[in-house]
């Protein structure tokens, strides 16, 4: 009798028949019972086997009445048609021709499928499944887990295929969860529907011509083949509104205004910033950390090995809830740290309801802090800190591993500065993307992680600096500054506590330090990830709140940025100008008589406000530092000039120290190159030769310390700062600083904070600051990263051989540059043109508009917020007034207050968000 | 133990009333949808009447997707005013909603010290009453009515504005902004105390460069017949065009100090804009908008209290309202004009306090508070089957 061979197959297993039948499946009664039923009623004996799919895709097997299932085991197997929507047999065989034995077998299949040998279809992968359930995953059987818990449970079948948001967009569509998965595979992936929010397949058929000729499914194409193959999901957003072009106006007339081109501007150039940096992300290769992953539970806690200690220098803390398996491998990775050090370990389990979490009674000198109902996280972290007896204490989640060496490094960084509050390492993902370089705080109580999703072995991850906060996967404290409760109370159940634990320790004026060589791996909230996604958004939001209502002065503090602008005092007449170019002489000269050199190419820009000022008269200069002030410009860098001794421009600063009342912040850049007939600082026709000789450097630095005197001169963290403009053309950069830092200190200075601007050739070279015995450098764009404009112009101006750049798509390659590991701060350009000074040979940028500078200012202040903290957190704007190179802030008959307004607006968002 | 949030999820929550509409009580309900977004609650919006123009981007891109045809059970928030509470609850049961089926709230708006007593008698209806401000929830108090206070948000989402330019108001200015109101009732308003201050701050400072822009009520003749009376001043700018909100966003943003010498605000909504886009606020220090305002934070002008004249405003019997001190304003304004050092900072304070308090996400929290308590403690909900399935659903 066939129907023996059915029930004898190793494709059904023992336990489903007895489940469908309620009988041994050697009970031959059972054999008649099973076929006493009609075909479709029959009992389900194995989730592998879907029978209407089976009749459906078979109209043979349907028409010719023998049982589908039985079918399928004598001949349809090595017939290689499916037995399920999710198991594709010639999927399969195509993958691995041998894997189901010479003559494909049922059983071979169930081998397959049970121990997870390979992916049963392009739509569902074992591996892949296993990863994303995380811990409720069996250890093997992932189809079967799916198809019998997963499915029910809210589960998707690969992270694309969304079956349940499929059925509530598709009316046709049952919204049964087995039945809806079902129908996308039969027939909405052929049909090209959306599989869900994440995949569109009519898209997917519209940028791909080829794989819409060849009628494959695309989602199953997709799976298949296209990621690997690099194609991109198209993602189902409204048609973008392209950057809007820049509208012309006649010499001296406004700009026209266009209420949508002002939102457009604003818009487009917002996406092609997160563009450039989404590239950069996803430009990195993912090298998986190796970390100790134990499958076997109590063998793991068998060879844990934790020191006996009296008097702990270090308590590690870590809170636990189930997923005892992590908990071990952080043990683990605690232990295999070993550092020469007395520490203790205070686990503290909140009540976990795994059977495994009973082991851990078995580690010797294990501090367990049991609580006996579930307190929740921050009241579990709480009573075991009552049990730290260390000098400091390491808050570690138990789904993290700490890399060798990070407990040593973090230790000693306490150990070596007694300011420090707290320590926070570098912490990586399992798939090696950084998760975190510290953190930052927003005024309105948001926070961000550094770097989060970049390569952590980018430059600017790779050196220690002081953060907002770090964050609790793993944090040093010192007890002593903490207090009674670790975590107030008040964040239950979870989240911001320990932004709050940081703010604490700053409040209190200690320090919180990211260590760059202190490595932690975090699998990040795998003991969340099943929450609602909303209701623990609610809770963050909650916290947030609290957060702003505590500390809302304190957090605005440590956002506060200061926006300093480049200044040319060039603008007044001068015995050398009047020599060289003629009587009265200025950059005015120059700037009103330029021409537009292409259609839409605006030119001249023409001052509005301030008229062609002369910077000799004080009343110029108080209404250029009223303007500034009025829009968040918190002072200006000036250029100072001095070849041989000979000082060169010095008029307007000579007005502002005459004039105390003028409020003037500023600070001095020495622009140490040539003058030239050119204007371009080169080595031909020069006019004025900058020297390096003893008597030129002493007079320079003993007008940087006499104007350092001034209480409006700026400074960072106390210190005067200076600027050196080329800072490679010193011929002895460090003899230079180490004679600026020897100056200022006789004069009674706390120190000197040195600067360079990354121009000419300093641009591209990531010269240390350090190297040349400086502390900072300064970003001086568009230098360096100008991207050409791609469009052609229609050029009007006869002879004309200049250079056209394109404004958004170089301040993208400025948001999206690589990063540094010393303080480099962020500069923002307005516009930049020097057709005044070049009118044949002009440089310029189309597409501008004071909105995408305010994109590209917001970005930028993000930037300033990863990377800067106190009075390290500077703006600086290329320029204020270089009227002759199209860089100025000041208003013009074009613009008007347009590019200030847009700088103000800038700043003022984001002194919340 | 019951987890009051879960139990939410499985509680549809609809905002009802004029979502659309380009009046105040849009106004306020359109900050209530943001409120609830900012808080991840899965709201959904109902337009009782359908009368508006839907012609606003911001009102699309907030709106669109939450609204719903068919009202439903669960809890429902009402944004609709005392006297209009019987055509609302006809509209909603004609469009297919019962209104007995869920637990509803009621969010009237309200200018005086008392809430009138007729009006009272229709709050009855809902199971309970949210408060705007402070101001409200006394006013609602002297008719027994008590309410919970939520007020309301006046935060924008972040973005580009439209410069000076656009509107035509002076780049160099110190600029003072008014939403003139000339319409019925609008002494409540009191417009006539901004051109008197602006009347003194010119004649004691003749040349400084200080601009009046007054924003007018679309077609309002009382309006524009004044406007035409100032027409030609340099000194002051009529915007009669209609505004959509990216407009007032802008114009708001536009100005140096928003200016409000009402007699008295259920609320205040533009003072408190103002201050959430970092910009300065000049109110009369009384009435709904002291919920948000400070003397450190904004300047607060000095009035007494005087009783309503017959006539001057519905209800009018037996109530007061404040009368600001012209003098005192212009008091308060002049130094800051000469150091707008401390201009800055106040307006600094201004807009971190305005965006604690009444941000999108302070407001939001606190109607997170009302809806859990509702849920875990109304009868409605406890215990019982939920009223019907949610939207939340769990992605794998």
């Given at each position: 009798m066939h129907a023996h061979r059915l029930l004898c197959s190793?494709?059904?297993t023992e336990e489903q028949f007895r489940f469908a039948l309620g009988s041994h499946r050697a009970d031959l009664t059972s054999i008649g019972r099973y076929l006493s039923v009609p075909v479709a009623e029959r009992p389900n004996i194995t989730p592998y086997f879907d029978r209407t799919f089976y009749l459906v895709s078979n109209p043979d097997v349907a028409a010719s009445g023998i049982d589908p299932l039985l079918h399928f085991i004598e001949t349809g197997a090595e017939e290689l048609r499916a037995p399920h929507p999710l198991i594709d047999l010639r999927f399969i065989v195509q993958a691995d021709p041998l894997i189901l034995g010479p003559a494909p077998s049922p059983q071979a299949l169930f081998e397959l499928l049970e121990y997870d040998l390979m992916a049963p279809s392009p739509y569902f992968d074992p591996l892949e499944y296993h990863e994303r359930v995380g811990a409720v995953a069996p250890s093997h059987g992932m189809l079967r887990h799916f198809l019998t818990d997963g499915l029910t449970a809210g589960l998707l079948a690969n992270p694309y295929l969304d079956h349940l948001w499929y059925a509530a967009h598709?009316?046709?569509?049952?919204?049964d969860p087995y039945l809806s998965l079902r129908h996308f595979i039969v027939l909405g992936d052929v049909e090209g529907r959306a599989a869900g929010p994440a995949f569109n397949g009519a898209l997917y058929r519209a940028r791909y011509p080829d794989i819409a000729a060849a009628g494959v499914p695309p989602l199953w194409h997709f799976l298949l083949r296209g990621r690997e193959e690099g194609r991109q999901i198209p993602a189902d957003v409204p048609a973008e509104p392209a950057m809007p072009m820049a509208r012309a106006a006649p010499v001296g007339l406004p700009i026209p205004i266009e209420p949508d081109d002002v939102a457009a501007a604003y818009d487009a150039t917002r996406r092609l910033l997160a563009r450039a940096r989404q590239d950069r992300l996803e430009a990195m290769v993912e090298v998986p950390v190796d970390i100790i992953r134990t499958t076997d539970v109590a063998a793991g806690i068998a060879a844990i090995r934790l020191p006996a200690s009296v008097a702990p220098r270090l308590s590690i803390l870590i809170p636990v809830y189930n997923e005892i398996d992590y908990t071990v491998d952080c043990l683990l990775s605690v232990m295999r740290n070993a550092p020469n050090l007395d520490y203790e370990v205070v686990l503290a389990d909140d009540c976990s309801t795994d059977p495994d979490a009973k082991l851990l009674d078995g580690i010797a000198n294990l501090v367990l802090v049991r609580q006996a109902t579930n307190q929740g996280f921050i009241r579990n972290c709480n009573a075991a800190f009552a049990r730290c007896r260390g000098d400091y204490v390491l808050l570690l989640n138990n789904d993290a591993q700490m890399m060798p060496g990070a407990l040593a490094r973090m230790v000693a960084a306490l150990d070596s500065d007694d300011r420090l509050g707290a320590v926070g390492p570098k912490i990586l993902y399992p798939n090696g993307r950084l998760q975190e370089a510290g953190c930052y705080i927003k005024p309105n109580g948001e926070s961000g992680m550094v770097g989060l999703f970049a390569d952590p072995a980018e430059p600017g991850y790779e050196y220690d600096r002081d953060v907002a906060y770090s964050s609790g996967a793993a944090l040093m404290v010192r007890r002593a500054l903490v207090g009674e409760a670790l975590f107030d109370e008040r964040f239950r159940p979870a989240y911001c506590e320990d932004v709050d634990l940081c703010l604490r320790l700053l409040a209190g004026g200690w320090r919180v330090r990211y260590l760059h060589a202190a490595v932690v791996v975090h699998h990040l909230s795998v003991s969340t990830n099943r929450q609602s996604v909303a209701r623990k958004m609610r809770t963050i939001v909650t916290n947030q709140q609290t957060l702003v209502e505590r500390w809302g002065p304190l957090i605005r503090k440590l956002d506060q940025i200061r926006v300093l602008a480049f200044y040319l005092p060039q603008f007044h007449p001068t015995p050398e100008n009047d020599l060289w170019w003629g009587?009265?002489?200025?950059e005015w000269t120059n700037v009103a008589k330029a021409q537009p050199s292409y259609e839409g190419h605006y030119q001249p820009h023409l001052p509005a406000d301030l008229g062609f000022y002369d910077l000799r008269a004080p009343e110029a200069l108080r209404a250029q530092a009223e303007l500034a002030a009025r829009y968040g410009v918190d002072g200006f860098c000036v250029y100072y000039y001095n070849f041989g001794t000979r000082r060169v421009l010095h008029k307007p600063l000579d007005v502002v120290r005459a004039n105390p009342d003028i409020p003037f912040n500023w600070c001095l850049c020495w622009a140490n190159e040539n003058w030239t007939k050119h204007w371009d600082g080169g080595e031909k026709a020069v006019l004025l030769e900058q020297r390096y000789d003893q008597a030129t450097l002493d007079s320079i630095i003993a007008d940087a310390v006499e104007q350092a005197g001034d209480p409006r001169y700026i400074t960072v963290d106390g210190k005067p700062m200076f600027l050196v403009y080329r800072p490679l053309l010193l011929p002895d950069p460090k003899a230079f600083a180490a004679a600026c830092r020897a100056a200022f200190a006789n004069a009674g200075f706390i120190g000197v904070h040195l600067a360079y601007v990354e121009s000419m050739e300093a641009v591209n070279q990531a010269v240390r600051p350090a190297d040349l015995g400086f502390d900072a450098a300064v970003e001086f764009p568009p230098h360096g990263r100008a991207v050409p404009a791609e469009d052609a112009a229609t050029i009007t101006k006869d002879g004309w051989s200049g250079y056209r750049y394109d404004y958004p798509a170089t301040a993208a390659r400025f948001v999206a540059r690589e990063t540094v590991p010393y303080p480099r701060y962020p500069a923002v350009f307005p516009s930049w043109d020097n057709t005044a000074r070049q009118p044949l040979f002009g440089t310029s940028f189309d597409r501008i508009s004071p909105e995408a500078f305010q994109a590209y200012t917001e970005a930028k202040i993000e930037e300033i917020r990863q990377f800067h903290m106190g009075d390290e957190r500077l703006l600086f704007v290329n320029a204020w007034n270089e009227w002759a190179e199209g860089a100025h802030l000041e208003p013009d008959t074009g613009y008007g207050h347009r590019w200030l307004e847009s700088l103000h607006a800038a700043l003022t968002t984001r002194r919340w968000s | 133990m019951a987890d009051p949030v879960v139990v939410l999820d499985e509680v549809p929550v609809t905002i009802i009333g004029h979502p659309w509409a380009p009046i105040g009580m849009g106004e306020q309900m359109r900050s209530h949808v943001h409120a609830c977004g900012a808080v991840h609650l899965h709201h959904r919006i109902f337009d009782i009447f359908r009368y508006a123009q839907r012609s606003d981007v911001a009102h699309s891109r907030l709106l669109e997707a939450l609204e719903i045809a068919v009202p439903v059970g669960g809890i429902r928030i009402f944004h609709v005013n005392g006297d209009e509470v019987d055509t609302v609850i006809a509209a909603f049961e004609a469009r297919g909603g019962v209104f007995a089926d869920g637990y509803n709230i009621i969010v009237p708006a309200w200018e005086l010290p008392a809430y009138p007593k007729v009006w009272a008698l229709n709050l009855r209806k809902f199971d309970e009453v949210w408060a705007l401000s402070e101001f409200i929830a006394d006013s609602l108090a002297t008719a027994g009515v008590p309410s919970h206070l939520v007020g309301q948000a006046i935060e924008f989402p972040p973005g580009p504005c439209l410069p000076r330019r656009h509107f035509g108001i002076r780049e160099s200015a110190f600029v003072l902004l008014h939403f003139f109101d000339l319409s019925s009732y609008a002494s409540r308003k009191n417009p006539e105390a901004v051109l008197e201050m602006f009347a003194r701050l010119r004649a004691e400072m003749p040349f400084r460069d200080l601009q009046l822009v007054l924003k007018v009520k679309n077609g309002e003749r009382a309006a524009e017949e004044w406007a035409a009376d100032v027409a030609g001043d340099p000194q002051i700018k009529v915007i009669a065009t209609p505004l959509d909100t990216f407009g007032v966003k802008s114009l708001i943003a536009a100005c140096d100090v928003f200016v409000s010498l009402h007699r008295s605000e259920g609320f205040g909504r533009g003072l408190g804009e103002a201050m959430g886009l970092g910009r300065l606020a000049l109110g009369t220090g009384w009435s709904g908008n002291v919920d948000f305002m400070t003397a450190e934070n904004s300047l607060m002008v000095g009035h007494e209290l005087v009783k309503l004249q017959r006539d001057a405003y519905p209800h009018w019997r037996g109530q007061s309202w404040a009368e600001a001190d012209v003098g005192h304003a212009v008091a308060l304004l002049r130094p800051l004009l000469d150091d707008p050092a401390h201009a800055t900072a106040m307006a600094r304070r201004g807009q971190a306090d305005a965006l604690r308090t009444h941000g999108s996400r302070a407001v939001g929290v606190r109607v997170l508070r009302q809806l859990n308590r509702i849920v875990a403690e109304s009868p409605k909900f406890n215990g019982a089957t939920p009223v019907a399935k949610g939207g939340a659903r769990r992605k794998g």
């Open positions: 190793p494709f059904i598709n009316a046709d569509v049952n919204p009587r009265g002489f200025t | -």
